[in-house]
């Protein structure tokens, strides 16, 4: 991903989150005809209280504070004013979570006292918010009030949020709100393939945690949300676990996201390791706390809250510390999480019963979630392109030290120590003939012309031996004024020749200021292919070196060549000397 695309996806983003915060989406109000109901009184009590019991208005606390779901009992009561002249309610409806039974109870101003009793598995949610219905008892123009009896509740939005509805899909959540909660969802799928992309490349840790924290997150919006219906029935306790179950998990999840992502420098070693712990402990208490089991019912709704404090508390410890240390990463995160810990913070005090709000609250959360992960998907693809600049930088910089070590930094021709690494697989290669070349009296052109002219004159003697694109001869500079040429194919001699020829013009061209030419002397060994494997490098250059010693002494400016036979076996009488040429005859 380069920059155009890291704009191009932080655009798209902003686009998002602008039209869903536009006024009046976030929270949106119902638009059904009917108004819906809410609870008048509510109360709470030990499990041997009866309907009957709670007829009297003494009984009730009609303010709204005081909202408790950790006692065996919670008690809501709607009076019959709220839908006075009006049509009568036939449905129960409130926030999904778990519970033993629900009896709801139609009082008449005569005192007779209509119920029925709901077990967990007989509630229905439906796609109209995280919320689930109940049918009412018979409502008959003399009732003055529905009371209703829900054992063993474990969270207090299922007493705050309770209302009655008129039709069997009326509920606080319109479309509108749904189909924006499916557009963060959406918002949330995209994010899963760039990890997946990410990954290929960096095959860093913390991209396989973001792609879990991604993947929970999108669960709990569908769960916690309620938009799971839209596709499937899901059974109530399965929407009241995973919900907060995924919110444990996602949240454990970024405390150990943070840690991988953060630069070595961010965190403390003891900052880490408690950054660490906390993730863990987020994953593990809170979310045994999320499965909402009836033996922990008194201490589960508000124990989920009070643990996920240390988290709230270290987490942002974690990021200021980073922030002070000075992290790029950490003001990514600092972004990307401070929506979040406030919208939670929000939703505990509303989860502790503090106040009571609406569920359209809830949708600052989705969003908070929807922007933290596009925002941490930012600082991936940032860190991205940070490792790959890096990994650039790395590759440059090994191609650099490695062209020093085996090339001559003068001449750029390979060094002697790369052809000697290299010189078994030349000769597999066909390269046959090993020419070696000096220049005539160099020394007297760096006494009188001074060593910058002499190394010019390296540079261009080495130009005319590197052939161009020519694939069949390789230039190695051996060091001072010595060269050696590898050359393969039909014509090396004649090649090789023309080559040592071609160092006199080009030194002529290329260096001026030379009051004479500069010639060279070669010594050249033609190998059969049969005998590429018979003598190594230093064997090929002792002969050539004669060659080239013999080349010096018959007058320089001259080549001295040999061409080796093989035998299988020893000769029996050697052939007369002028039948094949012999080592150190000179070729003009």
């Known amino acids: 991903m380069d920059r155009r695309a890291l704009r191009n996806l932080a655009a798209v983003a902003a686009a998002i989150l602008a039209f869903l915060l536009m006024p009046g989406h976030t929270y949106a109000k119902s638009t059904h005809d009917h108004p819906l109901v809410e609870a008048a009184c509510h109360s709470s009590s030990g499990a041997e209280v009866e309907l009957i019991d709670m007829v009297a208005l003494s009984s009730w606390n009609c303010s709204d504070a005081g909202w408790r779901a950790n006692q065996p ?46 077990s967990e598995e007989m509630a229905k949610p439906f796609a109209a918010g995280p919320v689930f219905r109940l049918e009412l008892p018979e409502v008959m123009g003399d009732t003055s009030a529905v009371i209703v009896k829900i054992d063993k509740p474990h969270s207090v939005p299922l007493l705050t949020e309770a209302r009655l509805s008129f039709h069997p899909e009326d509920a606080s959540w319109t479309q509108l709100d749904m189909m924006l909660l499916a557009l963060v969802v959406g918002m ?30 999108i669960v709990y919006v569908l769960f916690a949300g309620g938009l799971i219906t839209v596709f499937a029935d899901v059974p109530l306790w399965v929407m009241a676990v995973a919900g907060p179950l995924c919110w444990a998990i996602g949240c454990g999840l970024s405390a150990l996201f943070l840690v991988g992502f953060l630069e070595e420098y961010a965190q403390s070693p003891f900052m880490r390791r408690l950054t660490l712990a906390t993730g863990l402990w987020t994953i593990l208490v809170p979310g045994f706390f999320a499965l909402q089991l009836h033996a922990t019912q008194p201490v589960d709704d508000l124990w989920y809250f009070y643990t996920f404090i240390p988290a709230m508390v270290i987490i942002t410890a974690a990021i200021a510390e980073a922030l002070w240390r000075g992290s ?53 693809a940032s860190r991205f392109l940070a490792i790959r600049r890096e990994r650039d930088a790395a590759v440059t910089e090994s191609k ?23 010189f078994v697989d030349l000769q597999s290669q066909g390269f046959d003939t090993f020419a070696l070349v000096d220049l005539d009296h160099f ?8 060593h910058q002219v002499g190394d010019k004159a390296l540079v261009a003697c080495g130009r005319a031996l590197q052939g161009g694109d020519d694939r069949d001869t390789i230039a190695v500079r051996l060091g001072g004024e010595e060269f050696v040429v590898l050359l393969r194919g039909k014509g090396a001699l004649e090649r090789a020749e023309a080559m040592r020829q071609s160092i006199t013009l080009r030194i002529a061209r290329d260096v001026e200021g030379l009051e004479r030419p500069v010639t060279a002397s070669m010594g050249v060994i033609e190998l059969p292919r049969a005998s590429d494997q018979l003598m190594g490098f230093d064997d090929l250059y002792s002969r050539a070196d004669q060659l080239l010693y013999n080349a010096k002494a018959a007058g320089r400016n001259r080549t001295c060549f040999e061409r080796l036979t093989v035998f299988k076996s020893p000769p029996a009488t050697r052939k007369a000397a002028g039948s094949t040429r012999k080592p150190g005859k000179a070729a003009a």
């Not at 004013?81 to 033993?100: G, I, L, M, V």
């Not at 810990?341 to 809830?362: H, K, N, V």
């Open 328 to 380: 790029k990463g950490a003001r990514f995160l600092a972004v990307a999480w401070s929506p979040i810990i406030l919208s939670s913070l929000e939703r505990m005090l509303r989860g502790l019963g503090i106040y009571a709000g609406p569920s359209q609250l809830d949708q600052t959360l989705y969003l908070a979630v929807a922007m933290e992960v596009i925002v941490i998907s930012l600082a991936i």
């Open 443 to 450: 020394k007297t052109i760096n006494d009188r012309f001074g």
């Open 73 to 118: 009992v919670a008690w809501l009561r709607f009076d019959a004013q709220s839908w006075a002249d009006k049509e009568k309610p036939r449905y129960f409806f409130t926030r999904n979570a778990r519970f033993e039974t629900i009896t709801i109870g139609v009082l008449d101003e005569d005192g007779t006292l209509r119920s029925l009793r709901y």
């Open 188 to 217: 949330l799928v995209l994010p899963l393939f760039f990890d997946v992309s990410f990954f290929i490349v960096l095959r860093e840790r913390f991209v396989v945690i973001h792609a879990m924290m991604v993947a929970s997150m």
């Open 400 to 422: 650099l030290l490695e062209q020093l070590s085996t090339h001559d930094p003068l001449t750029g021709l390979m060094n002697r120590r790369a052809v000697e690494e290299r």
